[in-house]
């Protein structure tokens, strides 16, 4: 029922083991630029979270106080919810397995809690391909739980392709879409938005909707794969030419490069911010990132990302949850891996003009 080629689905398990570097890596950017030369006065700030499920914690995680304070100064912050939101699974055992996801009502809010992110500053995706490993009813019980919480979606099937946000006098237009699902095409389509839908009529969608600034969360590209494949790099390229200011992507659950094209910055993959595939996995596995992006809300750059950071983290397994650090606090050998691998994905530089 799935969507996912054979040839993907006999690399899983392979690439789990051993997440590629193979690829192009032409036109990275380093982890830290200005992409003005001017700066702007004033400035909106959205921090983007990678994947967030309960596959690999029982308890709440423990979280870094520096990157707690970064995910709260955001005046928005976007993320992916790789779980549907359920008080009890309705497939105990695949989801004990962790084949399917869910995560409590009361895991969630904890979680935001713990992390700086209140539920009227946030918005999560529900556009991946585990969205309905809860069955149909999980997805409206997801639904129900998430606006109980007070917590904004976007990427629902039965939403605009592009919804609107205000911030400080600026509108931000977001359009989340998966490329994949784990269930039927009919049962997907109508609960959250596919990359079909997304690109029909040469993505009449964006190119119609006229924010100050546009931004599209995309569920796409191959798992354990550090570098995007051609077709997604096409992908973001359709979406720039679009309209789009800035392209944030998930699903391949590692870390995975920046690039601009033209005025427009993609950000490929920002790995999982909470575990969402075993409890404990190798070492590239734990390396995620959380994006930083200001935009400006000056009249003359109104809706330009100004400047962005992709800040480093690692998850640590800590007995039935994980401890979220900061990458420069990884000792040892471990340490070491993991800031050559962080290095081979954004190479060295720091705020810099990189365009006008």
Same mark, same amino acid.
């Given at each position: 029922?799935?969507?996912?080629?054979?040839?993907?689905?006999?690399?899983?398990?392979?690439?789990?083991?051993?997440?590629?570097?193979?690829?192009?890596?032409?036109?990275?950017?380093?982890?830290?630029?200005?992409?003005?030369?001017?700066?702007?006065?004033?400035?909106?700030?959205?921090?983007?979270?990678?994947?967030?499920?309960?596959?690999?914690?029982?308890?709440?995680?423990?979280?870094?106080?520096?990157?707690? %304070? @970064?995910?709260?100064?955001?005046?928005?912050? *976007? /993320?992916?919810? +790789?779980? =549907?939101? #359920?008080?009890?699974?309705?497939? &105990?055992?695949?989801?004990?397995?962790?084949?399917?996801?869910?995560?409590?009502?009361?895991?969630?809010?904890?979680?935001?809690?713990?992390?700086?992110?209140?539920?009227?500053?946030?918005?999560?995706?529900?556009?991946?391909?585990?969205?309905?490993?809860?069955?149909?009813?999980?997805?409206?019980?997801?639904?129900? %739980? @998430?606006?109980?919480?007070?917590?904004?979606? *976007? /990427?629902?099937? +039965?939403? =605009?392709? #592009?919804?609107?946000?205000?911030? &400080?006098?600026?509108?931000?237009?977001?359009?989340?879409?998966?490329?994949?699902?784990?269930?039927?095409?009919?049962?997907?389509?109508?609960?959250?938005?596919?990359?079909?839908?997304?690109?029909?009529?040469?993505?009449?969608?964006?190119?119609?909707?006229?924010?100050?600034?546009?931004?599209?969360?995309?569920?796409?590209?191959?798992?354990?794969?550090?570098?995007?494949?051609?077709?997604?790099?096409?992908?973001?390229?359709?979406?720039?030419?679009?309209?789009?200011?800035?392209?944030?992507?998930?699903?391949?659950?590692?870390?995975?490069?920046?690039?601009?094209?033209?005025?427009?910055?993609?950000?490929?993959?920002?790995?999982?911010?909470?575990?969402?595939?075993?409890?404990?996995?190798?070492?590239?596995?734990?390396?995620?990132?959380?994006?930083?992006?200001?935009?400006?809300?000056?009249?003359?750059?109104?809706?330009?990302?100004?400047?962005?950071?992709?800040?480093?983290?690692?998850?640590?397994?800590?007995?039935?949850?994980?401890?979220?650090?900061?990458?420069?606090?990884?000792?040892?050998?471990?340490?070491?891996?993991?800031?050559?691998?962080?290095?081979?994905?954004?190479?060295?530089?720091?705020?810099?003009?990189?365009?006008?």
């Amino acid at each position: 029922m799935s969507n996912f080629p054979l040839a993907y689905k006999l690399s899983w398990l392979p690439r789990l083991l051993k997440p590629s570097l193979r690829d192009t890596r032409h036109g990275l950017l380093p982890a830290h630029a200005s992409l003005l030369h001017r700066p702007a006065a004033r400035t909106a700030r959205l921090v983007f979270l990678g994947d967030i499920s309960a596959v690999a914690n029982r308890k709440i995680p423990e979280i870094d106080r520096r990157l707690r %304070a @970064l995910i709260a100064s955001a005046d928005l912050v *976007i /993320g992916n919810c +790789e779980s =549907p939101v #359920v008080e009890r699974p309705r497939y &105990r055992l695949a989801t004990r397995a962790g084949t399917r996801h869910a995560m409590p009502p009361r895991f969630l809010a904890e979680l935001l809690a713990a992390v700086g992110a209140t539920p009227a500053r946030l918005l999560l995706s529900l556009a991946n391909n585990h969205i309905l490993d809860q069955g149909l009813a999980g997805y409206e019980e997801t639904r129900s %739980a @998430l606006a109980g919480l007070g917590i904004g979606t *976007i /990427g629902g099937g +039965e939403e =605009p392709p #592009v919804r609107t946000v205000q911030l &400080r006098g600026l509108s931000v237009g977001f359009a989340a879409f998966t490329e994949w699902r784990n269930a039927r095409a009919a049962d997907f389509a109508a609960r959250a938005t596919m990359l079909d839908r997304l690109v029909e009529n040469d993505c009449a969608a964006l190119r119609y909707s006229k924010p100050d600034h546009l931004c599209v969360v995309a569920h796409w590209d191959r798992e354990f794969r550090h570098f995007p494949r051609p077709s997604t790099r096409a992908l973001a390229e359709d979406f720039a030419e679009a309209g789009a200011a800035l392209v944030v992507g998930h699903h391949a659950h590692v870390l995975q490069p920046a690039e601009l094209i033209g005025d427009t910055l993609v950000a490929y993959g920002l790995g999982d911010f909470l575990g969402t595939v075993l409890r404990r996995v190798r070492w590239p596995l734990r390396l995620g990132g959380i994006l930083v992006a200001d935009i400006s809300i000056d009249p003359r750059t109104k809706g330009r990302v100004v400047e962005y950071q992709m800040v480093p983290f690692v998850r640590e397994r800590a007995e039935r949850h994980e401890r979220l650090l900061p990458l420069d606090d990884v000792e040892g050998e471990a340490g070491e891996l993991l800031r050559g691998r962080f290095a081979a994905l954004f190479p060295a530089g720091d705020s810099h003009a990189v365009s006008e």
